[in-house]
């Protein structure tokens, strides 16, 4: 079994920024994809960001150029920094592994962007 915590979420004002951190402990063989995903109250979640074990990246159209995924493979941590908040960031964001082909998610971290 693998398990996913996230951390770093918080409340902050429109243009300010946080960092996300999400760790995966357990029973791991090979984690090839680790991402963030988010959902806000009455939408579906979506995808932010995901990193795969090569370095590749992929990323919203809406937080290009004010998020960056990034990855500590020793670790098996996965960040993401996100800059230039904006009030439709406002969301629970959760981490997703993907290890051998098995899906794992955290329990998600509230990001709250005020006015």
């Known amino acids: 079994q693998v398990q996913v915590v996230e951390s770093g979420g918080g409340l902050v004002q429109a243009g300010e920024s946080l960092r996300l951190s999400c760790a995966a402990s357990?029973?791991?063989?090979?984690?090839?994809?680790m991402g963030w995903f988010r959902q806000a109250p009455g939408k579906q979640r979506e995808s932010v960001a995901v990193?795969?074990?090569?370095?590749?990246?992929n990323y919203a159209d809406s937080v290009k150029g004010r998020f960056t995924i990034s990855r500590d493979n020793a670790k098996n941590t996965v960040y993401l920094q996100m800059n230039s908040l904006k009030l439709e960031d406002t969301a629970v964001y959760y981490c997703?592994?993907?290890?051998?082909?098995?899906?794992?998610w955290g329990q998600g971290t509230q990001v709250t962007v005020s006015s």
């Open positions: 997703k592994t993907v290890d051998l082909g098995k899906v794992y």
């Open positions: 990193i795969y074990s090569g370095g590749s990246t």
């Open positions: 357990g029973s791991i063989f090979r984690i090839i994809l």
